[in-house]
């Protein structure tokens, strides 16, 4: 099964795509996560990606492109992968047409979780996740269990995204709008877009990405 999850930031993929990732053994292949990293590292791709990150703007479609042809190429991919945070836009969904048709592999669905802005600086701002196992967190919607143990490894460091902030989060919703949105459409025309709502509780999600892609 391959999957695209497409939503503005906040809407819940990164969430919804670990819960898919336990119960579906399916691999989580996030853009976002890949290039934090790389920053991390100071890689020279982290350094190229840098600056965009921090005004949250997107990233080079020949840097995330590079990224994922090389990611998907690896054994884990093999069953099948949920892309999370890629394609951003109409040139990234070409390229990974181009990707999956050369190896022969073709797109399961396209998830859209629908969210309205009004909701979304509220849980950005919140969020966090276990510097140990990235499992995610909120403020508000999802406390851990025992305050400050994460209930996935039992780890206590945290850590929040730098461009979880207010100011940064207005350009990553305009890029989402401006550049990402179109691809509910491209989609739409493929016959492979599906739609949940992403206003209710985090369960609620879950169930109807369930339904959905037990429908496929
Ligand atoms: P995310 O974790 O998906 O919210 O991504 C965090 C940041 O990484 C974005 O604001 C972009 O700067 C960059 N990024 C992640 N995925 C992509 C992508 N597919 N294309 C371009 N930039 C990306």
Redesign the pocket.
């Known amino acids: 099964m391959i999957l695209i999850l497409l939503g503005a930031?906040g809407a819940g993929?990164?969430t919804q795509a670990q819960n898919l990732t336990k119960s579906r053994g399916l691999v989580q292949l996030?853009?976002?996560?890949?290039?934090?990293s790389a920053v991390a590292n100071k890689t020279e791709v982290g350094l190229r990606?840098k600056t965009?990150?921090d005004?949250?703007?997107?990233?080079?479609?020949e840097?995330?492109i590079a990224i994922?042809a090389d990611r998907i190429e690896e054994d884990d991919c093999k069953k099948g992968f949920i892309l999370?945070?890629?394609?951003?836009?109409v040139a990234?969904a070409e390229a990974l047409d181009a990707m999956l048709a050369e190896k022969g592999m073709k797109l399961t669905g396209v998830v859209e979780i629908a969210v309205d802005d009004e909701a979304l600086v509220s849980r950005i701002t919140g969020r966090y996740t276990c510097a140990g196992c990235n499992a995610g967190f909120h403020d508000e919607f999802k406390k851990p269990q025992v305050d400050g143990v994460c209930d996935s490894c039992g780890g206590t460091e945290f850590i929040r995204?730098k461009?979880d902030n207010e100011e940064?989060v207005v350009?990553?919703l305009k890029?989402y709008h401006d550049q990402t949105a179109p691809l509910l459409p491209y989609y739409k025309e493929r016959g492979v877009l599906l739609k949940v709502d992403g206003m209710v509780g985090i369960n609620d999600v879950t169930r109807q990405m369930n339904e959905a892609l037990d429908n496929l």
């Open positions: 930031p993929k990164g996030s853009t976002g996560d890949m290039l934090r990606a965009a990150m005004a949250g703007e997107l990233v080079s479609d840097i995330v994922i999370d945070g890629f394609p951003r836009n990234q995204r461009d940064t350009s990553r890029a």
